[in-house]
């Protein structure tokens, strides 16, 4: 039987020695998607190489504030997410189940953004197949918002951990590497908006 | 919760709603003067803002330097090759 | 009471070497003889493609031969696996029963490809180019647009080793992660249906390119790394062996 800490994990304060957040396998997972991410990048921006009128034209078209005040909800749950594991490791754990709830909410929140963004889109018969700036707005907005999708997961897995007494050493590993996952899902998009939504 | 918000990462978090709004100002400018500058400091800005997420949000400060340069690297190269492909590509 | 079994590790290495034979043989048939990696462009009209098979129909007639025998090492290999899978488990083997169920279809899908195309390859200078075109988009269909059981089974394999309650795991637990990245990965084939040319097309980077090399890759991987599993238990101390479950 796996033992159980009944102590708070150290606030990371009262450490000075380095530590892999949650643990190597999260790492392996999240340099690897930020990778393949980068290479979507990158193909964006050789395709608008290639197509520059078409590609800022078509970028005119595309909602700004919704994307501005995606960028602001994803920010504030990762805040959230950060105080969620300091209380955790100062083992207010209410209060730390608030914080994830919050979090979640705040995707929430992204998806209804994004599904208000998509229909103006749709309506405006912007598809996927309707030119090449269309296309990759639509699959990498798309494959982000499906890693979203997975962190709201992950986060509700959070939820479950912060209720339990005491976590043993691989919830931590978990609640630090499922916060990790949640902030990649920022970062992404903090690359995503700029580069898809304003750079011309 | 003022004990949780007093760690570096919330002064952090300011600085990356800051430069959010910069960068939206930037972008949404109107007017037909060539927008290539902006569009540097917005990739510029959005680069900055991944390494502070990955250094205070996700604690790579603290990480083994491995980790963390791996992760440092990854800002470095994606940022530079971005801006290459857009300014030469 | 647990029982104690042998793993056979001269019959488990074996099945985990069948699916190296597997890439080997996908890569001098499919890729040399019949030339098709990477896939034929899906925007090829009907004629052109039949061409394709008029010239080249007797290495696609041999190379499929060839296929079929292989792709049946798809089931042996991924049985090496769940074996492990099962020793992971405790209790009732949802996860097994899974991986066997998800697996044991998972050699019909390959071996399809290569029965498919020798179809096409009996008769191509008589069969409709239009017929032609729509089976061996068929084909491509069957090699990508199938991702998900696939991807299910990769998962599986990670909560296999996540939820491992043997001392020490019989895998390291970096290894779920790498399964349910590839897992991710590979779900862009799912959009060749859209596309009849660039990125997501069956022949573009994007669905064709990336998912491939991930999924044979993470054979190849998943192939050493249960290789390096299988020599753990044979230095394993005997009242050290992990608990079956009891089916």
């Known amino acids: 039987m796996q033992s159980?800490?009944?102590?708070?994990?150290?606030?990371?304060?009262?450490?000075?020695?380095?530590?892999?957040?949650?643990?190597?396998?999260?790492?392996?997972?999240?340099?690897?998607?930020?990778?393949?991410?980068?290479?979507?990048?990158?193909?964006?921006?050789?395709?608008?190489?290639?197509?520059?009128?078409?590609?800022?034209?078509?970028?005119?078209?595309?909602?700004?504030?919704?994307?501005?005040?995606?960028?602001?909800?994803?920010?504030?749950?990762?805040?959230?997410?950060?105080?969620?594991?300091?209380?955790?490791?100062?083992?207010?754990?209410?209060?730390?189940?608030?914080?994830?709830?919050?979090?979640?909410?705040?995707?929430?929140?992204?998806?209804?953004?994004?599904?208000?963004?998509?229909?103006?889109?749709?309506?405006?018969?912007?598809?996927?197949?309707?030119?090449?700036?269309?296309?990759?707005?639509?699959?990498?907005t798309g494959l982000h918002l499906f890693h979203l999708i997975i962190g709201l997961g992950v986060l509700t897995t959070l939820f479950f951990l912060a209720r339990r007494t005491g976590l043993s050493k691989h919830q931590w590993a978990f609640f630090e590497g499922g916060a990790c996952f949640w902030h990649m899902v920022d970062l992404l998009w903090l690359v995503l908006f700029p580069l898809i939504f304003l750079v011309r | 919760m003022t004990a949780l918000l007093r760690t570096p990462a919330t002064a952090v978090w300011v600085v990356l709603i800051t430069a959010t709004a910069v960068s939206w100002t930037l972008g949404t400018q109107h007017g037909t003067h060539d927008h290539k500058l902006a569009s540097v400091i917005i990739l510029l800005i959005a680069f900055i803002k991944v390494r502070l997420v990955g250094m205070y949000f996700m604690e790579l400060r603290e990480a083994p330097n491995v980790l963390r340069g791996l992760f440092e690297a990854y800002c470095l190269i994606v940022c530079t090759l971005l801006l290459g492909v857009f300014l030469f590509g | 009471m647990a029982k104690k079994m042998e793993l056979d590790s001269g019959l488990a290495k074996a099945a985990i070497w069948s699916g190296i034979a597997l890439i080997v043989a996908m890569i001098v048939a499919q890729g040399f003889m019949m030339h098709f990696i990477p896939p034929p462009s899906p925007a090829l009209s009907a004629k052109e493609l039949a061409q394709r098979f008029i010239e080249r129909r007797n290495e696609i007639r041999l190379g499929c031969?060839?296929?079929?025998?292989?792709?049946?090492?798809?089931?042996?290999?991924?049985?090496?696996?769940?074996?492990?899978?099962?020793?992971?488990?405790?209790?009732?083997?949802?996860?097994?029963?899974?991986?066997?169920?998800?697996?044991?279809?998972?050699?019909?899908?390959?071996?399809l490809i290569p029965m498919t195309w020798g179809v096409i390859a009996f008769r191509p200078e008589s069969l409709d180019p239009a017929v032609m075109q729509i089976m061996n988009d068929w084909v491509w269909f069957d090699f990508l647009f199938t991702w998900p059981p696939f991807a299910v089974w990769m998962a599986v394999i990670g909560l296999a080793i996540i939820k491992d309650h043997n001392v020490p795991t019989l895998f390291p637990r970096w290894v779920a992660y790498l399964n349910f990245w590839c897992a991710i990965l590979i779900f862009p084939a799912g959009l060749i249906v859209f596309f009849h040319d660039g990125l997501f097309a069956y022949n573009g980077i994007g669905a064709f390119w990336i998912p491939f090399a991930i999924f044979f890759g993470w054979m190849i991987a998943m192939s050493v790394l249960t290789l390096q599993a299988v020599d753990r238990q044979k230095t394993r101390p005997s009242e050290n062996q992990p608990e079956m479950a009891s089916v």
């Open chain 1, 4 to 140: 159980t800490t009944t102590q708070p994990s150290p606030l990371l304060a009262a450490t000075k020695t380095k530590r892999i957040p949650g643990e190597e396998g999260v790492w392996i997972f999240i340099l690897g998607d930020i990778s393949v991410f980068a290479v979507f990048f990158t193909y964006y921006l050789v395709q608008r190489g290639k197509h520059v009128e078409l590609f800022d034209l078509a970028q005119a078209t595309l909602n700004k504030n919704f994307g501005a005040v995606n960028t602001v909800f994803l920010l504030i749950s990762s805040l959230f997410v950060v105080l969620a594991v300091r209380a955790m490791r100062a083992a207010e754990r209410i209060a730390a189940q608030r914080l994830i709830v919050g979090a979640f909410f705040c995707g929430v929140a992204f998806i209804i953004v994004k599904t208000f963004e998509y229909s103006e889109r749709i309506a405006a018969k912007q598809i996927p197949t309707t030119n090449g700036f269309y296309l990759l707005y639509f699959v990498l």
């Open chain 3, 65 to 111: 031969l060839i296929q079929c025998i292989f792709w049946s090492f798809w089931a042996t290999w991924c049985m090496a696996i769940t074996i492990f899978i099962r020793k992971m488990e405790r209790g009732w083997p949802i996860l097994t029963y899974s991986s066997i169920a998800l697996q044991g279809g998972g050699y019909v899908f390959f071996i």
